[in-house]
């Protein structure tokens, strides 16, 4: 599978490094997957239709901090004329969430590869939060295939689960704790520490978002929860849509008094069925303590699908890093190579 990565950030690198070295890793023996071309938003690009060799970019790109007219394959060519242009079978889209822009400009880059009949691995949320329906249907079109593990949950198979574990059940709502800075934030106020230190820490622990009001006003939940919605319930679920109530000004005592309740305050986003529609809404909800969303710490995550037919199933993530996300990019990347 000849590939181009678009983002070479910290999913993008772990990616590489994989690739780069695949032997500790029995399960991907077979994975054939040469990178053609790698580009950047303001750090150079590379392309070489014969392959990039991985190692090397990797150790320039850190010596260097970009890609520079120094590496062998520097090209000058932008995102979207290496995606109009070049000859490749996939485009694994990790440029950042543009929550402003309503999923642009990874939407665009999509849209170029499936137009041509690439095939897409996307990491990036937003196309499958804002533009679901139209790409699925373009890329049907044209014959090439919309892949999106990584969107929701990094590496845990949520929409694999959804597609091929519960055929012919119709999933009727989705409930969880999605964002990992909002759960870090109230775990940390609960042990009575303040919102801004609390943030100060997720930041430091790599889990906020760069602008944290993104997490801590649900946007980021919300992305999510239209995503899973889109892709899970068929809907037509955007963001802006979804309800959200803001931790901004959480009440301390609330959140520590929860615990002599026997209860913990968590962030939850969910999604259900009214008629032809999905609702959303992301929201902080006392939790009991005996309840599986109680346990959920820190940087881990749940989903509850309830099904017609299949009844619920949650799916638990533990303490993710950048390799599980790269992780759910294997996984399509394993799909389409099938
Ligand atoms: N980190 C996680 O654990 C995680 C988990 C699941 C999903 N995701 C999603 O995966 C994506 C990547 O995350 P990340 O943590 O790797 O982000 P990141 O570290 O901020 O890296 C983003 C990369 O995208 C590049 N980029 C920006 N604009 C671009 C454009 N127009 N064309 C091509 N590349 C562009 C950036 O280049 P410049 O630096 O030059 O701008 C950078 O190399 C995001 O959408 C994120 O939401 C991340």
Redesign the pocket.
Known sequence: VRIVL???????RTLAAILADPSPYAGLKGLDVSVVAI?????GTLANPAGIALGPALASFERAGGFTPADPDHSGLA?LEVLTRLDYDAVVE????DVVRRGE?AISHVRAALERGRHVVA???GPVAWSYRSLVELAARTGARFLHE??VM?GVPVFNLARHGLRGATVLSLEGILNSTTNWVLGAVEQGRGVEEAVAEARRAGVAEADPSLDLDGWDAAVKLAALANAVMGGELLPEDVERRTLASLDLDRVRGCPARGRRLKMVAAARRDGGRILGRVEAREIPLDHPFALVEGTSSILRITTDLAGSISVVEEAPD?RT?AYGVLSDLMSLAD
């Open positions: 678009v983002g070479f950030g910290n999913v993008g580009t950047t938003g303001s750090h995102t990790m440029s950042p969430l400009p990491a990036n949320k990584a969107t990094d950048l996300t």
